[in-house]
């Protein structure tokens, strides 16, 4: 039916694990800025990662260990894998999973789990953002104090890009506005 990494949804003879409330959105990324130059206001820059959420129910009724499937699910909170729906995969090539979330939980009076409902949140892989547990288990090797360094140099070097790119965009306004314009951003400037 599904499956994303080591965890999968099935429907057999021997376990039930079903896949419900599948949701998915798919936006742009864009900024809207006040521009009298004859730019467009809107700069569309591409697309923001995409977002999948589903859940399901788990019953030891229908062979599965409840409690268990959640501490697996939560141990995998910051991995990455492709999901796959059917045989085919659906959307990027990796998702992380970002949330686990737990409810409806019922007990026997001993405290054994008897089912729970499981919300999953998936966001689509991204190499530029990493989760706060992969940091923090990175902090004590070595090789990660010397890609500290490195980082550093690299915010750096993209801070000083970002603020030259920044100030050629200001100049070529500035050769392009028409006097009326520069005249409207003294007023406002003034006031």
Do not use: H
């Not at 965890?7 to 936006?27: D, E």
């Amino acid at each position: 039916m599904a499956r994303w990494g080591p965890k999968g949804f099935l429907v057999s003879p021997t376990k039930i694990v079903p896949f419900g409330g599948f949701t998915t959105s798919l936006t742009l990324k864009a900024d809207s800025e006040n521009d009298t130059s004859g730019t467009a206001p809107t700069n569309t820059r591409g697309r923001e990662l995409r977002p999948i959420s589903f859940e399901t129910v788990y019953l030891a009724a229908a062979g599965v260990d409840p409690r268990g499937q959640v501490e697996e699910w939560e141990a995998q909170l910051g991995n990455s894998y492709p999901l796959y729906i059917g045989e085919r995969r659906f959307g990027p090539a990796k998702m992380t999973l970002t949330g686990v979330s737990t409810s409806d939980v019922q007990m026997t009076a001993t405290g054994a789990w008897i089912s729970c409902k499981i919300a999953l949140t998936l966001e689509e892989y991204s190499e530029g953002k990493t989760s706060a547990l992969t940091t923090k288990s990175s902090v004590g090797s070595s090789s990660s104090s010397a890609s500290k360094g490195g980082d550093s140099a690299a915010a750096k070097k993209a801070t000083a890009d970002y603020k030259a790119t920044l100030a050629a965009k200001k100049e070529a306004m500035n050769a392009t506005a028409s006097k009326s314009d520069k005249a409207q951003k003294k007023t406002s400037k003034g006031a």
